[in-house]
């Protein structure tokens, strides 16, 4: 008998409701913006139509933090993986516009893209901000930021590339730092947590909650 083992996600694909906007924003603009799954790997010059800084994002939400930090770095070509449709639907709607031209997304498993579609020393910074905390103690596995995963990301960066991880989580927040800490090719830019850099827009529910006194912590690492 055959047992087949599945990997452990980091997402459960809750689609939620699609809104017609985002749907149409979907059918239209995804072939343009899109770049389809593959077990090869990608030439990203050839995507953007251009040779530019890469910045990865995983998991970009409804897209809003995205397409503002595109639009403040024209200069930058933006990358982001993201598994729900609703929010690639919305950056989508809001690449049109804002006229956006540098950011393209592929709607799979990040995991899946690192390994098979993306040269190593292919990025020149990556954002992941607030990923699931998956708070539940015998979740945790499901976390995104585990040892194997940041290797896998810091072989896709290159030498003196940026990784930007922030949570407002502080549970996950000392197990990102730690993980990020002990990962041989990455080093701390900052004595522990770092302030939050001004490329990285203050979200509503952000400043809701640090009003509240929640807080928020960011780790910024470069590739040695």
């Not at 990997?7 to 995804?30: K, P």
């Not at 139509?49 to 970009?60: D, N, T, V």
Request: glycine fraction near 8%.
């Amino acid at each position: 008998m055959t047992v087949s083992h599945r990997s452990i996600r980091s997402f459960v694909l809750r689609q939620g409701r699609v809104s017609n906007a985002q749907q149409r924003a979907y059918d239209v603009l995804l072939p343009r913006y899109g770049i389809p799954f593959a077990q090869s790997t990608v030439d990203l010059d050839q995507k953007f139509g251009r040779s530019a800084p890469k910045i990865l994002e995983i998991g970009f939400g409804m897209g809003e933090t995205t397409a503002e930090i595109a639009a403040a770095h024209p200069e930058n070509d933006y990358l982001g993986i993201e598994v729900h449709t609703p929010g690639v639907g919305s950056l989508l709607k809001r690449i049109a516009e804002l006229g956006l031209d540098n950011i393209r997304i592929i709607q799979h498993d990040a995991v899946e893209v690192l390994t098979h579609m993306i040269a190593p020393s292919a990025f020149d910074g990556v954002h992941i901000f607030f990923p699931d905390p998956w708070p539940k103690k015998r979740h945790h596995k499901r976390r995104l930021i585990q040892p194997a995963f940041v290797a896998l990301l810091a072989e896709r960066m290159k030498p003196g590339a940026y990784m930007h991880v922030a949570t407002d989580w502080q549970e996950y927040a000392e197990q990102v730092l730690a993980v990020l800490s002990a990962e041989p090719r990455l080093c701390n830019t900052a004595e522990g947590y770092a302030p939050r850099p001004d490329y990285r827009p203050q979200t509503k529910f952000e400043s809701r909650g640090l009003k509240l006194g929640h807080g928020v912590w960011d780790m910024v690492f470069r590739k040695r």
